[in-house]
């Protein structure tokens, strides 16, 4: 069941995003876009399904759907991330068919871009893999007796899965042919991620045993150093 429930999930958000990037394009068969599109499917499914074998409880967090502990602005929090996340996509169609705000990247800056979407993708499995309390939204999970993990990725950063995300945006924006969107929108969208981050280390300092020590152990939200 595990599985069935991953495989529909995993198809329902690739044909969410290629719709947010098709939708805006003149035409449906955009190349560059399709098959990124079967790439992600590709490795998506497979990583999955192995995390599926190996780390079930991992998949089954990210699964979750019926959030009993999520605060309220947290909801609030979740919309400004999803809305932010379409316009973003529908932008990277719009610089690349109709403003044009930098020149298009070389070939090889692309297959670059696609290398660090595959970095991105990458620090977003392990998280799952080291975090079995990942889940989508801010919830304290007491019925799993939810536990500090500050081990891997999270020795580095807080947020590694906000630190996957934005290497998985900036590199697919690349691949498809925005140099815009792939660093300054990159930045852009990543300040809708703001709030959810301060709210959700509101939440675990007060809720989770060990979080607000570990608030000063790890410096760093997303990137070391910088942020």
Not at 15 to 25: E, S, Y
Not at 127 to 141: D, L, R
């Amino acid at each position: 069941m595990l599985y069935i429930k991953t495989l529909i999930g995993i198809v329902f958000q690739v044909l969410l995003l290629a719709l947010f990037l098709l939708l805006p394009a003149p035409t449906w068969y955009w190349f560059d876009a399709i098959f990124w599109s079967g790439f992600y499917f590709l490795i998506n499914v497979i990583t999955s399904f192995w995390i599926c074998a190996y780390y079930p409880a991992s998949m089954e967090a990210r699964l979750e759907s019926n959030f009993k502990r999520q605060p309220k602005k947290d909801k609030l929090a979740t919309s400004i991330i999803i809305i932010a996340i379409a316009l973003a996509l529908n932008f990277i169609t719009v610089d690349v068919f109709y403003l044009n705000i930098f020149e298009t990247p070389a070939p090889t800056a692309k297959y670059l871009g696609l290398a660090i979407f595959v970095i991105g993708y990458a620090i977003i499995f392990l998280t799952m893999v080291q975090n079995e309390f990942a889940q989508s939204v801010v919830n304290i999970q007491d019925e799993r007796n939810q536990l500090l993990v500050d081990t891997g990725l999270y020795s580095h950063v807080r947020h590694p899965m906000y630190t996957g995300f934005m290497f998985f945006f900036a590199g697919m924006a690349l691949w498809l042919g925005s140099i815009f969107m792939a660093t300054i929108g990159t930045i852009i969208l990543m300040l809708a991620f703001i709030p959810r981050i301060l709210i959700e280390e509101e939440t675990l300092s007060e809720e989770l045993d060990g979080y607000a020590a570990y608030l000063q152990r790890v410096q760093y939200r997303i990137i070391p150093r910088v942020y």
